[in-house]
């Protein structure tokens, strides 16, 4: 089933790249990433080309719950613990700027904007709310106490934050589409220095972008080490009483509640790729308990890079690869990143200092509880006896029962039943997938 975005929106048709061109920046990868960083960069008198492996907003960005917004869960009270207060501050700042940039842009794009509260609730224990509370505090943001009586389910109450926003994405991206060269049904089978070799021919470019949600290239910079990848789930219902607000969970995992028009767009029942978790099942199930007159009219997933810090990695690629960039590893929160990202990415092709470059600089230290997590899902899967075998980098994939697919819990490559590849980081089908 499509998602609620793909049948409320008619996306423009681009062609496949036949021949050789040349352009000053190529991006690869159409998703809201990959489109706002070409966007920036042609504002700013730059020549771009993207090129798009499906079609634009066919991964990630088609399928989000398209919140805008700079609360990212409970992570301020983390990053102050971590980082300390002047970068803390950096990553808000940051993230408050791309909600005012789309609230710029979306003042001649129609595309739903609607101003919300977003609200991180708890079910049973305010304490970390508290401490969440206090970091705000000490990063000067006027974040509130919520009761959360809009829920349907009884909680210890949340944190929110006013003025925030929602979207439709693709009826956002179709007007940025519009102004670029983009082509679709392109897939970079691989990269020699700035020249993209295609099927069907080259693009030449200066600078690259890779924004393919999770890169490619698979040795230089270590994101087979730094990202793993987390499947979420979203239904959406019909007659349901109206909500005022966005909610989220503060536990991993949690439920997200938004409307879309007269529609609310339930999520959650996330789980690392390959690995089981609620699924659809926990959202239907949920909805049958706390909206028994709901009627389900959509239901789609999503798939999310993780990072191993909660920031994403945005900058040059890796120390000995000049000239390319990427943008990846949004945790969940694609939307505010995306554009911040875009942003940094403009700067640094232009030669502008950006206050985030350093902050989300792909080269930043590894040393994180995560990176040990990551190399021994890798170990044990690519040491597991199994006749099905990821063809990006070997690991054993699991059946996935809900979603009747092929899925690798290393990197979080995905295929269908009969091996037709769904997800990256793989380029290739599987061989033999029976």
């Not at 919520?146 to 934050?161: E, H, K, N, S, V």
């Not at 798939?303 to 945790?331: E, H, K």
């Amino acid at each position: 089933m499509n998602s609620l975005w793909h049948d409320t929106a008619r996306l423009p048709y681009f062609p496949p790249l036949r021949g050789e061109i040349k352009t000053d920046v190529l991006v690869i990868g159409a998703g809201m990433a990959g489109i706002l960083c070409a966007w920036q960069l042609q504002q700013s008198g730059v020549s771009c080309v993207v090129a798009e492996a499906d079609t634009i907003a066919s991964g990630t960005t088609g399928n989000t719950t398209a919140k805008i917004t700079a609360q990212h869960g409970l992570i301020y009270h983390q990053l102050l613990d971590h980082l300390g207060q002047e970068k803390a501050k950096r990553y808000l700042d940051a993230n408050l700027q791309a909600l005012s940039r789309f609230r710029q842009l979306a003042q001649n794009i129609p595309c739903d904007f609607q101003e919300e509260s977003h609200t991180v609730y708890e079910l049973s224990d305010p304490r970390i709310l508290d401490e969440e509370l206090s970091a705000l505090e000490q990063l000067g943001y006027p974040a509130q106490w919520d009761d959360c009586r809009q829920l349907p389910m009884a909680t210890a109450g949340g944190i929110r934050f006013p003025d925030q926003a929602r979207f439709h994405p693709l009826k956002f991206l179709n007007a940025l589409a519009q102004e670029l060269t983009i082509y679709e049904n392109t897939p970079v089978q691989g990269l020699s220095g700035t020249t993209a070799v295609t099927d069907h021919g080259k693009i030449h470019a200066r600078n690259v972008i890779i924004a393919t949600h999770f890169p490619f290239p698979r040795f230089a910079g270590g994101y087979f080490m730094k990202l793993y990848q987390q499947r979420s789930y979203v239904i959406a219902l019909n007659q349901v009483p109206g909500l005022s607000g966005m909610y989220l969970g503060a536990r991993p995992n949690s439920l997200s509640l938004r409307m879309q028009g007269e529609q609310l767009l339930l999520g959650g029942g996330g789980h690392r790729t390959g690995k089981e978790g609620g699924g659809w099942a926990e959202l239907e199930q949920f909805a049958r308990i706390h909206y028994p007159g709901s009627t389900l009219t959509h239901r789609w997933a999503a798939q999310d890079c993780m990072s191993l810090d909660q920031l994403p990695y945005v900058g040059q690629y890796g120390p000995r690869t000049p000239g390319i960039f990427v943008a990846t590893g949004f945790n969940k929160w694609g939307m505010t990143t995306s554009m911040v990202a875009a942003e940094v990415l403009r700067d640094q092709i232009l030669g502008r200092e950006h206050p985030c470059s350093a902050l989300f600089s792909p080269s930043r230290s590894m040393m994180h509880p995560q990176l040990w997590v990551n190399l021994g899902e890798s170990a044990r899967n690519f040491l597991s006896l199994s006749p099905r075998r990821c063809p990006h980098l070997g690991c054993r994939l699991e059946w996935n029962s809900q979603e009747h697919s092929w899925d690798c819990p290393c990197h979080g490559s995905r295929f269908s039943e009969s091996g037709t590849l769904l997800e990256s980081p793989a380029q290739k089908n599987l061989k033999n997938p029976s």
